[in-house]
Structures are given as structure tokens and as C-alpha cells.
């Protein structure tokens, strides 16, 4: 028998996809939440939601499921998904945790255990070693990994003898600040490497099956970007032999519910090696829900119950193909800098079906989509009127694309990013865009490494909004009453002709000078690139048609304040208008801008390097800020003295706050 009601121990787009297969199963959610995150996406789809101090406080945690009559507890994936304590105190406290035992997570939480483990099974694993005596390892490429870590973090690649000790130093000092343990491993690194995974399901009657792999290889800095099911590079023989595989891992901890086992491959003779396993849902699981028909939190809902799996490996199909992108709130410009802010207009594309499963989604094929058409799926935590800070994990959705084909699933996954608009925040879909189209992702021809050598490529030569973009602000701006007086009236009305009104609109790289005369929802024109061209806009709510030189283009748009954002084929922009006095407003606007420092992310100020009145050469250290335990710089754009310096060490703030005012010395 199902529980009746489920704690689900997580936040964000998770909760949000865990919550939802609970109400079409007829199981009452309950949500956590800290204080901040009151208003976040994740509490509004709950049935109940109950405040806790923080989503890693264990005893906090227990307390809200025991308090709100929960049975079972999800943890999602990250936070204490895969933390043993955790697992056994939900035991302890008779809650029941959806997910494998206490000792599993132990087994496969650290490397070198989890190694010696499936290696015994027969799994076969990358030739390595362990403590102690990495310093006499000789079989180079080789990579160090912290034997407690997780997510690519402390991982070293070196290639060389010469590069072992310092690299080994290094690794040791990441590994004990972020996971408190400096045990390390070494293996041999594989040249060209595929990061390929298998999906398994084992419930508590002896039964374990797979289905099927991701392909994971599309990453950077070892975080993944896009996944996709099934892998271009896998054929049945050597899924077959993989997920054979896997299975076995899973069984050698005698594992329950739903994990993942991760091989390296070689991308040259297809050899796989474990690499590591998960022991909680995946976040890329809706690729392989796409092909399977299968809902996998239904499954372990099921299995937690203690039911039997309702198939065997031979009823396992996988059926066309699905690709996943991460949308993240970081700017690629900025060298992947966390972003954040109020999300003050939405858009996300999606079609009706397949929900995470449909009415009967614990058997194969019950949610397979349509097969002859593209189907969109997005797994969302964002609200509009939600903020999204530097205190959690920047990942704001996924967009996931099944098509019969995969060049059909990469269009499809295109267009949908082509319409996704999340206005307040800077987001990762141009790049994501631009990956997608690659013609090496195009052809399958992937590796790990793949993104940073292409990396120039995916990135916009420039970051500067399109000069229609700057010029369908000031259009908008031109349409706007400026007062109660209708003298006021921007329209450039007097006797002769229409006069220019010059609009300075500042974007996140300077400012910009746009003339405009006319009324714009009528007949106007604009000065685009030295040209006098018409112009004309149509706002319908937040939907804005812009027709320059007889082109027109949509796009989502919102004001806050005075700035407005648009939002066209994936990307948005801000730009802020300039009153009289602003710098904006003097003959030297960009000059003058220039000298304004501001905060490259959300964040909090760790120190300050400087104070008013000092002088600064340019590229001096002024201020260092802190988001998501990564610190960043900021230093001087230009020789001067520091005319403002409105923070202080502690002090939280937003991206693109101003840290400080560079003014010129006077000649």
C-alpha cells in the first residue's frame, strides 16, 4: 500500500517534479522551506509546507515529517540525499526513506570502498591506487579524485611525474574544505573520455533491472550541461554488456530503489570503466523517463512500499530520443558567474503531455509520448516574483526535448530554448543555444572535454545588446507618458517638423545614445548605425511587437522601474534609462560610466581593499565578493580615486550593485 502523505525533503525544480507525481497519485505532499524561500515554487505546489531553520538540518528535517504526519520522506537528489545519518535517522524515527539503505550510501559513498566493491562483483574499473603511496604512481595522464567527493569537485588531471606533488597538495586541500575528509585516490586518466551512465531500479524481492544509459559527456569543469538517452555512441551489444554491468554493481551492496552506476568510456575502443555511483535520482532522470515510458519517482515511491517492480529487464524499450538542458542563472559573458534577482516575467515552453508519467507510468510505455510528434517537457522551480540568490545551487529548470530521432529531439530542444524567457535574471540559454547547434554535438561526437576546446565558439563575440534591441527600449521608453502635463509628451511635436529626443540607455556593458522622434505606436522613426529608419511598436500586455524598417520581431518584455527588460530567442537584456543629471546625460556618458564598479554576481562583500578618496591604479583589488563558497575580485576599471564606496565587509548585495565610483584625477 502507497503512504498517504510525503515529506519531500528538497527544494526547487525537484520538489516541484516530486510534488506533482504525488498528487496524481493521490498521496498529500509536504514541502519544507527556510524563511527566505517562503514564497519559492516549490511551497505553492505542496499540499502543506512547514518552516525549517535550514534544508541540511537533519533532526530539523525529521521533526517537520514526524510533526506533519508524513510516512516517508523523499530526499530528491543533493542536499542530504545521499547522506547515510540521514537515511538512518528517518529509520530511526519510523519514517520510512525513499531511497537505498543507510549502508549502500556508505558503501557507494566512498571511491575507493565503492571500487573494491564492484570490482569484486567483476565491474571493471580504471587501473588506480590508493593511500598510501600516490607519490610513487607512475602511469601518466592520471587523475586524482577525492575518495568522499562528488560533482568533479577536487578532481586534478596531471600528466606528468614532475606535476604530482604540488597537484596532489592541491587536491588535498579542496578535498578537506569541502568534504572534511582529504582521502585521496588516483587513477589512470582515459584520453577522449565519454561520461556514459546507467539508469537501475531494485526492489526489496531480489529484483534489479536497468534501463538504459544517458550520455553525460556535454560538461564543463566536470558539471554537466546537456544529457541525452540513448547515448549516440552506445549500440545494444555494448548497452547490453553496460548495463549487465551496472546491475551487478547494484546488487553488490544489495541495492533498493532508484541509483545510477557511472562509467568512463573510451571514446576510441568503447572500453567502460565504473566510475561511481549515485545512489538518489539523477538530475538529468527525464531523459530516460521520456524514452521509457516510466516515471522513476512513482518507482520509488513503489518500491519504498515495499512492492514488487511491476516489470522485468525483457519489457525495458527505449523508444526515440530525449535531450536535457540545464538552465542555469549564470552569465557565460562573465566567465559562468552565479547571477541572481527577481524573476519579473516568465515564459517557459512545455506541452501538455507527458507529465513526469501519466495514469499508469510505474509500466513501461504507460508514458511514452506521442510518436509522431516533438514533445517538450520542463521541470521548473521558478514563480514569477520569486528571487533567485547565491544561497542555493544556481540551477533554475531543465528543458527537456523527446523526438522520434535525435536530430529531431536537438531541433526541438532549440525551439524550446528559443523560448524560454526569464526576465530579472541572466540565464545560460544563449549558450545553451549555441551548444546544442554545435555541429560536433550535432554529429555525436563528444567527450568531456569537448565544451572547453569549442568554449570561444559558444560564447556571443559581443555582449553588448543588438543595437534593434537598444533601439525597441527607447521606443518603448518614447511611448511612455513622462508626466501629468500633456506638454510632456515625448512625440517631438513643434511647428516645422517633429524634433529628436535623444534616449541614453544604460546596458550591463555602457551606455547607449538613441534618437527617436515620432509616436511609436503610430509612426515613428529611430537612428539605427547612423540610418534615420521608421519605426513602430505594438504592446500588448507583456508582449511587445517591434517593426524597424519593416522587420518585426516579438518579444516578452517588463518594466521595473526605470529599467525594462526583453526577452527574444533565449536572451534578455536590461537597459535603464537615464535621467537629467545621470552620467548618462553628460557628453562624456561612457567615459563616465566606465568608472562605475559594480557586482559581478549576488552576493556578499568578504572584504574591502579600499577607501574613499584613495587613489587606484587600474586592475587594483577593491572589493572581494562571495557567492555559492566562490570568491571573486573586483578590481579597479581604470586609474583614479575612489569617489563612492558604498559597501562594507558583510554586506549582502545584489548583481550589478555599484561597489564603487572611480572618478578621474583632475589634469
Given at each position: 500500500?502507497?503512504?498517504?502523505?510525503?515529506?519531500?525533503?528538497?527544494?526547487?525544480?525537484?520538489?516541484?517534479?516530486?510534488?506533482?507525481?504525488?498528487?496524481?497519485?493521490?498521496?498529500?505532499?509536504?514541502?519544507?522551506?527556510?524563511?527566505?524561500?517562503?514564497?519559492?515554487?516549490?511551497?505553492?505546489?505542496?499540499?502543506?509546507?512547514?518552516?525549517?531553520?535550514?534544508?541540511?538540518?537533519?533532526?530539523?528535517?525529521?521533526?517537520?515529517?514526524?510533526?506533519?504526519?508524513?510516512?516517508?520522506?523523499?530526499?530528491?537528489?543533493?542536499?542530504?540525499?545521499?547522506?547515510?545519518?540521514?537515511?538512518?535517522?528517518?529509520?530511526?524515527?519510523?519514517?520510512?526513506?525513499?531511497?537505498?539503505?543507510?549502508?549502500?550510501?556508505?558503501?557507494?559513498?566512498?571511491?575507493?570502498?565503492?571500487?573494491?566493491?564492484?570490482?569484486?562483483?567483476?565491474?571493471?574499473?580504471?587501473?588506480?591506487?590508493?593511500?598510501?603511496?600516490?607519490?610513487?604512481?607512475?602511469?601518466?595522464?592520471?587523475?586524482?579524485?577525492?575518495?568522499?567527493?562528488?560533482?568533479?569537485?577536487?578532481?586534478?588531471?596531471?600528466?606528468?611525474?614532475?606535476?604530482?606533488?604540488?597537484?596532489?597538495?592541491?587536491?588535498?586541500?579542496?578535498?578537506?574544505?569541502?568534504?572534511?575528509?582529504?582521502?585521496?585516490?588516483?587513477?589512470?586518466?582515459?584520453?577522449?573520455?565519454?561520461?556514459?551512465?546507467?539508469?537501475?531500479?531494485?526492489?526489496?524481492?531480489?529484483?534489479?533491472?536497468?534501463?538504459?544509459?544517458?550520455?553525460?559527456?556535454?560538461?564543463?569543469?566536470?558539471?554537466?550541461?546537456?544529457?541525452?538517452?540513448?547515448?549516440?555512441?552506445?549500440?545494444?551489444?555494448?548497452?547490453?554488456?553496460?548495463?549487465?554491468?551496472?546491475?551487478?554493481?547494484?546488487?553488490?551492496?544489495?541495492?533498493?530503489?532508484?541509483?545510477?552506476?557511472?562509467?568512463?568510456?573510451?571514446?576510441?575502443?568503447?572500453?567502460?570503466?565504473?566510475?561511481?555511483?549515485?545512489?538518489?535520482?539523477?538530475?538529468?532522470?527525464?531523459?530516460?523517463?521520456?524514452?521509457?515510458?516510466?516515471?522513476?519517482?512513482?518507482?520509488?515511491?513503489?518500491?519504498?512500499?515495499?512492492?514488487?517492480?511491476?516489470?522485468?529487464?525483457?519489457?525495458?524499450?527505449?523508444?526515440?530520443?530525449?535531450?536535457?538542458?540545464?538552465?542555469?542563472?549564470?552569465?557565460?559573458?562573465?566567465?559562468?558567474?552565479?547571477?541572481?534577482?527577481?524573476?519579473?516575467?516568465?515564459?517557459?515552453?512545455?506541452?501538455?503531455?507527458?507529465?513526469?508519467?501519466?495514469?499508469?507510468?510505474?509500466?513501461?510505455?504507460?508514458?511514452?509520448?506521442?510518436?509522431?510528434?516533438?514533445?517538450?517537457?520542463?521541470?521548473?522551480?521558478?514563480?514569477?516574483?520569486?528571487?533567485?540568490?547565491?544561497?542555493?545551487?544556481?540551477?533554475?529548470?531543465?528543458?527537456?526535448?523527446?523526438?522520434?530521432?535525435?536530430?529531431?529531439?536537438?531541433?526541438?530542444?532549440?525551439?524550446?530554448?528559443?523560448?524560454?524567457?526569464?526576465?530579472?535574471?541572466?540565464?545560460?540559454?544563449?549558450?545553451?543555444?549555441?551548444?546544442?547547434?554545435?555541429?560536433?554535438?550535432?554529429?555525436?561526437?563528444?567527450?568531456?572535454?569537448?565544451?572547453?576546446?569549442?568554449?570561444?565558439?559558444?560564447?556571443?563575440?559581443?555582449?553588448?545588446?543588438?543595437?534593434?534591441?537598444?533601439?525597441?527600449?527607447?521606443?518603448?521608453?518614447?511611448?511612455?507618458?513622462?508626466?501629468?502635463?500633456?506638454?510632456?509628451?515625448?512625440?517631438?511635436?513643434?511647428?516645422?517638423?517633429?524634433?529628436?529626443?535623444?534616449?541614453?540607455?544604460?546596458?550591463?556593458?555602457?551606455?547607449?545614445?538613441?534618437?527617436?522622434?515620432?509616436?511609436?505606436?503610430?509612426?515613428?522613426?529611430?537612428?539605427?548605425?547612423?540610418?534615420?529608419?521608421?519605426?513602430?511598436?505594438?504592446?500588448?500586455?507583456?508582449?511587445?511587437?517591434?517593426?524597424?524598417?519593416?522587420?518585426?520581431?516579438?518579444?516578452?518584455?517588463?518594466?521595473?522601474?526605470?529599467?525594462?527588460?526583453?526577452?527574444?530567442?533565449?536572451?534578455?537584456?536590461?537597459?535603464?534609462?537615464?535621467?537629467?543629471?545621470?552620467?548618462?546625460?553628460?557628453?562624456?556618458?561612457?567615459?563616465?560610466?566606465?568608472?562605475?564598479?559594480?557586482?559581478?554576481?549576488?552576493?556578499?562583500?568578504?572584504?574591502?581593499?579600499?577607501?574613499?578618496?584613495?587613489?587606484?591604479?587600474?586592475?587594483?583589488?577593491?572589493?572581494?565578493?562571495?557567492?555559492?563558497?566562490?570568491?571573486?575580485?573586483?578590481?579597479?576599471?581604470?586609474?583614479?580615486?575612489?569617489?563612492?564606496?558604498?559597501?562594507?565587509?558583510?554586506?549582502p548585495v545584489d548583481m550589478d550593485a555599484v561597489l564603487a565610483v572611480i572618478t578621474a584625477e583632475e589634469p
Amino acid at each position: 500500500m502507497l503512504f498517504d502523505r510525503v515529506l519531500i525533503a528538497n527544494r526547487g525544480e525537484i520538489a516541484v517534479r516530486i510534488a506533482r507525481t504525488l498528487r496524481r497519485l493521490g498521496i498529500e505532499s509536504v514541502a519544507v522551506h527556510t524563511p527566505s524561500d517562503a514564497a519559492a515554487g516549490h511551497v505553492r505546489e505542496a499540499d502543506i509546507a512547514l518552516e525549517v531553520t535550514k534544508y541540511l538540518d537533519i533532526e530539523a528535517i525529521v521533526g517537520a515529517a514526524l510533526a506533519s504526519g508524513a510516512r516517508a520522506v523523499h530526499p530528491g537528489y543533493g542536499f542530504l540525499a545521499e547522506n547515510a545519518a540521514f537515511a538512518r535517522r528517518c529509520s530511526e524515527a519510523g519514517l520510512v526513506f525513499v531511497g537505498p539503505s543507510a549502508r549502500a550510501i556508505e558503501e557507494m559513498g566512498d571511491k575507493i570502498r565503492a571500487k573494491a566493491t564492484v570490482s569484486a562483483a567483476g565491474v571493471p574499473v580504471v587501473p588506480g591506487a590508493t593511500e598510501p603511496g600516490l607519490e610513487e604512481w607512475r602511469d601518466f595522464p592520471a587523475l586524482i579524485k577525492p575518495s568522499a567527493g562528488g560533482g568533479g569537485k577536487g578532481m586534478v588531471l596531471v600528466r606528468s611525474a614532475a606535476e604530482l606533488p604540488e597537484a596532489l597538495e592541491s587536491a588535498r586541500r579542496t578535498a578537506r574544505a569541502a568534504f572534511g575528509d582529504d582521502t585521496l585516490l588516483i587513477e589512470r586518466y582515459v584520453e577522449n573520455p565519454r561520461h556514459i551512465e546507467i539508469q537501475v531500479l531494485a526492489d526489496t524481492h531480489g529484483n534489479t533491472v536497468h534501463l538504459g544509459e544517458r550520455e553525460c559527456s556535454l560538461q564543463r569543469r566536470h558539471q554537466k550541461i546537456i544529457e541525452e538517452a540513448p547515448s549516440p555512441f552506445v549500440g545494444p551489444e555494448t548497452r547490453a554488456r553496460m548495463g549487465a554491468a551496472a546491475v551487478e554493481a547494484a546488487r553488490a551492496v544489495s541495492y533498493v530503489g532508484a541509483g545510477t552506476v557511472e562509467f568512463i568510456v573510451d571514446g576510441t575502443t568503447g572500453e567502460h570503466h565504473f566510475m561511481e555511483m549515485n545512489t538518489r535520482l539523477q538530475v538529468e532522470h527525464p531523459v530516460t523517463e521520456l524514452v521509457t515510458g516510466l516515471d522513476l519517482v512513482e518507482l520509488q515511491l513503489r518500491v519504498a512500499a515495499g512492492e514488487r517492480l511491476p516489470f522485468g529487464q525483457r519489457d525495458v524499450r527505449l523508444d526515440g530520443h530525449a535531450v536535457e538542458a540545464r538552465v542555469y542563472a549564470e552569465d557565460p559573458a562573465r566567465g559562468f558567474l552565479p547571477t541572481g534577482g527577481r524573476v519579473l516575467a516568465l515564459r517557459e515552453p512545455g506541452d501538455a503531455g507527458p507529465d513526469p508519467g501519466s495514469a499508469d507510468s510505474g509500466r513501461p510505455d504507460s508514458g511514452r509520448p506521442d510518436p509522431g510528434r516533438a514533445v517538450v517537457r520542463v521541470d521548473s522551480g521558478l514563480v514569477e516574483g520569486g528571487v533567485v540568490g547565491s544561497e542555493f545551487d544556481p540551477m533554475l529548470s531543465k528543458t527537456v526535448a523527446w523526438a522520434p530521432d535525435r536530430a529531431s529531439a536537438l531541433r526541438a530542444l532549440d525551439r524550446a530554448l528559443a523560448r524560454t524567457a526569464v526576465l530579472g535574471v541572466v540565464t545560460n540559454v544563449p549558450f545553451l543555444r549555441a551548444l546544442v547547434a554545435h555541429s560536433a554535438v550535432a554529429a555525436g561526437e563528444l567527450d568531456t572535454g569537448l565544451v572547453e576546446r569549442v568554449l570561444p565558439e559558444l560564447l556571443l563575440p559581443e555582449a553588448e545588446p543588438p543595437g534593434e534591441v537598444v533601439a525597441a527600449a527607447a521606443l518603448v521608453f518614447h511611448a511612455m507618458p513622462q508626466g501629468d502635463d500633456p506638454w510632456e509628451v515625448t512625440d517631438g511635436w513643434r511647428v516645422g517638423e517633429r524634433a529628436w529626443t535623444t534616449w541614453r540607455l544604460e546596458s550591463r556593458d555602457g551606455v547607449h545614445a538613441v534618437q527617436v522622434r515620432g509616436l511609436p505606436e503610430k509612426s515613428a522613426e529611430v537612428v539605427i548605425d547612423g540610418h534615420v529608419v521608421p519605426a513602430r511598436i505594438r504592446l500588448d500586455g507583456r508582449e511587445l511587437a517591434v517593426t524597424i524598417a519593416g522587420r518585426t520581431e516579438r518579444h516578452l518584455c517588463v518594466r521595473d522601474g526605470d529599467t525594462l527588460w526583453l526577452g527574444h530567442d533565449g536572451a534578455s537584456w536590461s537597459l535603464t534609462r537615464h535621467h537629467l543629471g545621470d552620467p548618462g546625460d553628460r557628453a562624456d556618458a561612457a567615459q563616465a560610466a566606465d568608472g562605475v564598479v559594480r557586482s559581478p554576481m549576488p552576493g556578499t562583500v568578504l572584504v574591502v581593499k579600499a577607501q574613499p578618496g584613495d587613489r587606484v591604479d587600474a586592475g587594483q583589488p577593491l572589493v572581494i565578493v562571495e557567492a555559492m563558497k566562490m570568491e571573486h575580485t573586483v578590481t579597479a576599471p581604470r586609474d583614479g580615486v575612489v569617489s563612492e564606496l558604498p559597501v562594507q565587509a558583510g554586506q549582502p548585495v545584489d548583481m550589478d550593485a555599484v561597489l564603487a565610483v572611480i572618478t578621474a584625477e583632475e589634469p
